[in-house]
């Protein structure tokens, strides 16, 4: 029965999702920048497309393939380079590929009629985001092609590419959709995951007291691995955490406080509708004592033009929305992180991750010491063993 169940069509799974906002390879980061915050997404994926003129039609030929997505924790990353750090705004008229991660199948395309099954093991494989076409009608498709005709060359609409288009399918998508049948996997969600043995005790930490910046790089490492980065105290005991989502919701300023401020402060920058006053003139005071001019007009520059905008997450997995950019307002949990304990059941958990909107918990004692993290990842692995080895062939 789970064999049939995990043999569903991955198009199952896309009815109803928004079709993804869309940049050129040639855009560069600032375009990037204001299709984010234009489009109110979470990211924004990037497509190369191959022209080649047919003699024998006289009808232009295009080949589009997704290549990757861009969030604003790939532009904040960018921006907190030391190379970057005093010279922001010429940073922002860099090439968009340059924050494009080279990692090789990170972005897999799917056909709609793809198994479930075939899915979740790109997933394993090191997948990150599965491209899936939107099945509409012959009559819709040519009515959106009409409106699509002749596109701004950085347009961030949903124009057609291959005469379709495309959603993102995420880890979260699939677990929910596993957690609405969770009984075709009897009696697996009744186990602890302690004894399920899916708790990873290779955590991303920073001490509380520790420079921001120095975390950039398991920032990066999490925001790849859709997990987290937790901030702890010498005494291992967990503290808050450091979201790519959190971030990924903030605008590009943030990067002034990730270079000036400790893991705790940016906790507390991160937290509300905005950062604390008295945080946001620390900042700028240590952007002046090192005389990292060019940050500190970006953030008067944001100051004096920022508008607020809003933050969709309908199908992005790092967790609900997040207070924290300077003139950007979402809503949302804070730097408070989502936990649970290692006798607790994956079912349990399961249903705490979906509600929380998060792709990862915090494993911890009574006394909120971390033990670890459990991933939708590793939750997937249990399943998949259920139907047996990677060789199971369904299409």
């Keep these: 029965?789970?064999?049939?169940?995990?043999?569903?069509?991955?198009?199952?799974?896309?009815?109803?999702?928004?079709?993804?906002?869309?940049?050129?390879?040639?855009?560069?980061?600032?375009?990037?920048?204001?299709?984010?915050?234009?489009?109110?997404?979470?990211?924004?994926?990037?497509?190369?497309?191959?022209?080649?003129?047919?003699?024998?039609?006289?009808?232009?030929?295009?080949?589009?393939?997704?290549?990757?997505?861009?969030?604003?924790?790939?532009?904040?990353?960018?921006?907190?380079?030391?190379?970057?750090?005093?010279?922001?705004?010429?940073?922002?008229?860099?090439?968009?590929?340059?924050?494009?991660?080279?990692?090789?199948?990170?972005?897999?395309?799917?056909?709609?009629?793809?198994?479930?099954?075939?899915?979740?093991?790109?997933?394993?494989?090191?997948?990150?985001?599965?491209?899936?076409?939107?099945?509409?009608?012959?009559?819709?498709?040519?009515?959106?092609?009409?409106?699509?005709?002749?596109?701004?060359?950085?347009?961030?609409?949903?124009?057609?590419?291959?005469?379709?288009?495309?959603?993102?399918?995420t880890r979260e998508d699939i677990i929910r959709f596993i957690l609405n049948s969770i009984r075709v996997f009897s009696p697996i969600h009744t186990f602890t995951i302690e004894s399920l043995n899916i708790i990873s005790t290779e955590t991303l930490t920073v001490h509380y007291g520790d420079p921001a910046i120095s975390a950039l790089p398991l920032i990066t490492?999490?925001?790849?691995?859709?997990?987290?980065?937790?901030?702890?105290?010498?005494?291992?005991?967990?503290?808050?955490?450091?979201?790519?989502?959190?971030?990924?919701c903030c605008d590009e300023t943030i990067a002034a406080a990730i270079t000036t401020l400790a893991a705790g402060d940016l906790m507390a920058y991160l937290d509300f509708i905005g950062p604390p006053e008295d945080l946001v003139h620390l900042v700028k005071m240590r952007l002046q004592e090192r005389n990292l001019t060019g940050m500190l007009d970006l953030m008067d520059d944001y100051y004096n033009t920022s508008s607020s905008s809003s933050c969709s997450s309908s199908d992005e997995e790092f967790g609900a929305g997040k207070n924290g950019g300077m003139g950007r307002s979402y809503p949302g949990r804070r730097s408070e992180a989502i936990v649970c304990n290692p006798w607790n059941t994956l079912m349990a958990v399961m249903v705490q991750m979906i509600a929380h909107r998060v792709s990862y918990a915090w494993v911890v004692k009574e006394d909120y010491g971390l033990v670890g993290i459990v991933t939708f990842t590793e939750i997937l692995r249990q399943f998949r063993s259920i139907v047996g080895s990677s060789n199971t062939k369904v299409q």
């Design 221 to 248: 490492h999490s925001h790849l691995n859709q997990t987290s980065v937790a901030v702890i105290n010498q005494d291992n005991t967990l503290i808050g955490e450091i979201s790519p989502f959190a971030l990924s």
């Design 1 to 169: 029965m789970a064999r049939k169940f995990l043999a569903t069509e991955v198009s199952d799974l896309c009815v109803g999702k928004q079709p993804l906002s869309s940049l050129p390879a040639t855009a560069t980061v600032a375009d990037a920048v204001a299709a984010l915050k234009r489009s109110g997404d979470i990211n924004v994926s990037v497509w190369i497309c191959n022209h080649s003129d047919s003699t024998v039609t006289g009808n232009d030929v295009v080949s589009c393939k997704c290549i990757g997505k861009i969030c604003m924790v790939d532009v904040i990353a960018y921006l907190c380079k030391e190379e970057n750090q005093s010279r922001p705004f010429e940073a922002l008229q860099t090439s968009v590929l340059d924050l494009v991660p080279k990692v090789k199948g990170q972005i897999r395309h799917l056909e709609p009629n793809s198994s479930l099954l075939k899915a979740i093991d790109y997933i394993l494989e090191g997948a990150q985001n599965l491209v899936i076409p939107i099945q509409t009608t012959t009559t819709y498709n040519q009515r959106k092609q009409q409106l699509t005709t002749n596109p701004s060359p950085l347009s961030t609409t949903t124009a057609l590419h291959n005469g379709k288009e495309f959603c993102w399918l």
